[in-house]
């Protein structure tokens, strides 16, 4: 497609943290923008702003129903990603994944779309192998209170490779590690908000199990840049690519970094580590440093500084 060329790009989960940065970076890149999302756990505040412009649009809408609209490209990034949400409802979860996969893979192929599956780490599941490749097959357990999103995830990545092959459709799947950053929900539930909004509260900072567990975490500026870069690789890469920073830190390392940038005066608090919590986590970025030329430039501390920023404001304005 030649360059500058006006796309129009639908945006399911479009409201949620990384889909409204999405959307953003998507109108700022000059596109037509199409905003599906239940709201489940995406909110209107996260795309107010951009409502203002003209070539943006939100539909409030299930993906695990059907949907005709006529676009050129599908970003698939519909479904809770915290764990407390996603275990919430996960009959739901797994109805989201897959059957909002055979939803959007099927508009997909009527409109001739090039359709990005927001796919996890978390198809990994509690990795034997350390970082993790995407030749990798995971160790998932399959009947777990996880399972929901795992299988769920890994189920989508199936029939994404199967429309590839049997319907030739252009897909590109990325695997996207632990990305934080400003719109993340105060509730969220994940580990980098819980944090932030307890230190910015004083109250004790929760670490599930010794804090020992490992995670590398992103920040959702150059994940955002990832995407983009992806979804324009050559139609004959369907991925699946690892997509995150390699940077690793223990949830303690992470606790103390958030007491130590905001001053709390929070103490650490150990609570139960939940079932199947997968002990570390790293992504082996080689294939997109070499297919994207692309690799994460913000580091924790940066992030977390930005981060931070933005709950202190959020929560000001809602004392
Ligand atoms: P999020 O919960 O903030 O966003 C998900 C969005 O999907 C929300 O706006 C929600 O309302 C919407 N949604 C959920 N079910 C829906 C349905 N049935 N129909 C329509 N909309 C629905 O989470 P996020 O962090 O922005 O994650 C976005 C995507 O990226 C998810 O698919 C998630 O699995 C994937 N992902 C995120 C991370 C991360 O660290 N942020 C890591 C791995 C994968
Ligand atoms: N975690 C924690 N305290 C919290 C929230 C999470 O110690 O308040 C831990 C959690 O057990 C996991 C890690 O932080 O080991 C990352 O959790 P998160 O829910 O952010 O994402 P996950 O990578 O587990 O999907």
Not at 229 to 255: C, H, K, S, V
């Amino acid at each position: 497609m030649a360059k500058g060329y006006r796309k129009k790009i639908l945006v399911t989960g479009g409201a949620g943290f990384l889909g409204s940065h999405l959307c953003e970076r998507l109108l700022l890149d000059g596109h037509d923008v199409l905003c599906v999302d239940n709201f489940y756990t995406g909110t209107k505040d996260n795309i107010a702003r951009l409502l203002e412009n003209h070539c943006f649009e939100v539909m409030r809408h299930d993906v695990t129903f059907p949907l005709y609209v006529e676009v050129d490209e599908i970003y698939n990034l519909a479904c809770p990603a915290s764990p407390i949400h996603y275990q919430h409802d996960p009959v739901q979860t797994t109805k989201t994944s897959v059957h909002g996969a055979i939803n959007m893979l099927g508009l997909a192929k009527r409109v001739k779309a090039k359709i990005f599956q927001a796919s996890t780490s978390e198809v990994y599941g509690d990795p034997i192998v350390h970082p993790q490749t995407e030749s990798y097959w995971g160790n998932v357990n399959p009947i777990g209170t996880r399972s929901c999103y795992d299988e769920g995830k890994r189920c989508a990545e199936t029939l994404f490779f199967d429309y590839y092959r049997q319907h030739k459709l252009r897909i590109k799947v990325g695997r996207i590690f632990n990305t934080y950053g400003p719109r993340m929900h105060p509730n969220d539930g994940r580990v980098v908000s819980n944090f932030i909004v307890q230190a910015l509260k004083n109250e004790p900072i929760t670490l599930y199990g010794d804090g020992n567990q490992s995670r590398s975490f992103c920040y959702v500026d150059d994940l955002i840049e990832a995407f983009v870069r992806l979804m324009d690789t050559p139609d004959d890469f369907p991925g699946p690519m690892n997509l995150g920073n390699p940077n690793e830190f223990t949830i303690r390392q992470l606790a103390e970094t958030v007491i130590e940038l905001t001053g709390a005066r929070s103490e650490l608090t150990f609570l139960p580590l939940p079932s199947d919590d997968p002990r570390q986590r790293q992504p082996d970025i080689t294939l997109a440093r070499e297919m994207l030329g692309w690799e994460p430039t913000t580091v924790l501390r940066d992030g977390l500084t930005r981060t931070i920023e933005y709950f202190d404001r959020l929560l000001r304005a809602i004392k």
